[in-house]
């Protein structure tokens, strides 16, 4: 069954005077960019796996942690235990900028992107030096619009079970909402886009190839990063037990207390150092910041996050891979060209328009938090421009 040999993949791998003229400088970019905030209403059908090992405690999942990192199929062989098909309805939370009049020569492509495990979408506009950190006053800086969402458990959009959410459901998702931004529909005054481009982060770059696997219309480009199809430099058995793992709920009672025991955070900043940055290209303070403000993930979610259920080849639009240097889950902190580019050159972008794959100096999987993460902006636009997006 393709489910369960997927999950088997996954296991084996899953100063003042300074100072006022930075703030000029935040200022001018604000005003550059017009933004919208949604709640938008979304109906899906999709097939789930069914975790057959819910969690009671937190004995439970450190146990799971050997139970995924064992060498014996027979060991795993009680994780799933089959599959369900399902219609919800779900509220997405989600986002829509596109540049202000005095700017916008390519505001009617839009950029739609998904963030990845341990954040919501404030991944891609964080709180941190918008002209270091923030894709969204980059991109919106060339001159493209952009629509970014909280995935179904995440944020503002609706709170679903920890073993529920996962990666069929979440592309069911973003599917429909790049359905409506094609329509024209939650993208202010921009209308109908002339081209839509798919861009992703980790589970987000697999949700986003998984969607285009179902559809391979149903973007112009496709942007995947801190990800990779290479999945014998993989690192998902380490990726469990250097997470570190608890059950949200009982970590932030007050603030996670709306989750199952099927959603897990990393207990600290250390275990978010250690898979999301490598020193030293990172500012301690930006750790901080993720550790506050991160984001529990389903379990399932995790298990799926590695690879599509089949991968978008015979897509014909432009694809990028984009990942760092030292991707912990991706790459087991070793990415090379090579490895980055195959089997996705080969096997799955064969006959895109355009492909290239990038591997980031530097950089951890944590991409857009890396010290030169503008830098990786700056790639992933100038591609889409040379490529006539």
Known sequence: MRNSNILQQALLLSAAAFSSQVDATLTVRANAKVCNNYKIPVSITSTNLVFGLPFKNNLDVADFVTIAGSRDDAARAPVITGVNTTSRDFTIGATFCAPGKSAGS???????????????????????????????DWVIGQGYSIFYYDRIGQGESSVVSGYYAQLSNQAAVLTELTKLVKAGKYVGSVGKPKSVVLVGHSIGSNIAAQAVADDLTLADGLILTGYGFNQSIQNTKATFGAEDFRIAEGVKPLVWGKYDTGYLVPVDQYPIAATFFKKPNYDPAVVAYVEKTKQPFGIIEVLTSSIPNAPPAGYKGVAMILTGENDFIFCTSKCDQYGLEHPAVDAVFHQAKAFKATVWPGAGHGLNFAANAAGSFKEITDFLAANGL
Do not use: C, E, M, Q
Not at 107 to 113: E, P
């Open 106 to 136: 390519k505001k009617d492509i839009v950029l739609v992107a998904t963030h990845g495990g341990l954040f919501d979408r404030t991944y891609w506009d964080p709180n941190l030096d918008k002209s270091k950190y923030s894709f969204v």
